[in-house]
């Protein structure tokens, strides 16, 4: 049987920073697809321009990997170094449902829960990308 890996990922622009909407499958074939949008919209662009912060929403992913996890954290310190906070959502009630290791992998990153997620000023939706 054959799988096919995908992840579509979708932006949202405000002035008060971006929210990356996640859906899909976040593994070792679809990772690198999310750390170079987070490369994209952190590099290269001073602050008053680019985000002040990036919120990844991972409500609609159905399915992790370690490696997976291993690209947020690659985009956790990609964003770090551009002086860009990343944090993540869409987490609430579903780490339970996670292997032990990818949900260990998860508590070294910053979550905030759907309430706390900034709201989108005027949101301007940027791009949307399958993978």
């Known amino acids: ?24 499958e976040l593994s070792a074939r679809t990772g690198g697809r999310l750390v170079r949008l987070v490369d994209k919209l952190v590099d290269g662009m001073p602050r008053p ?5 990036l919120v990844i929403d991972l409500a ?9 996890v291993e ?5 956790h310190g990609r964003a770090g170094s551009a ?4 944090c993540l959502t869409g987490l609430e009630g579903r780490r ?13 990153l910053p979550v905030i829960g759907a309430k706390e997620l900034m709201p ?11 993978a």
Do not use: K, N, Y
């Open 1 to 24: 049987m054959h799988s096919t890996f995908t992840i579509q990922l979708a932006v949202e622009r405000s002035p008060r920073g971006h929210v990356v909407r996640a859906a899909g």
């Open 49 to 53: 321009v680019g985000p002040r912060a």
């Open 60 to 68: 609609q992913i159905r399915s992790f990997d370690t490696d997976g």
């Open 71 to 75: 690209a947020l954290r690659r985009a």
């Open 83 to 86: 002086g860009v906070g990343l």
């Open 96 to 108: 339970a449902l996670l292997p032990h290791d990818v949900d260990g992998m998860l508590d070294r």
């Open 120 to 130: 989108t000023d005027s949101p301007r939706r940027l791009a949307v990308a399958t």
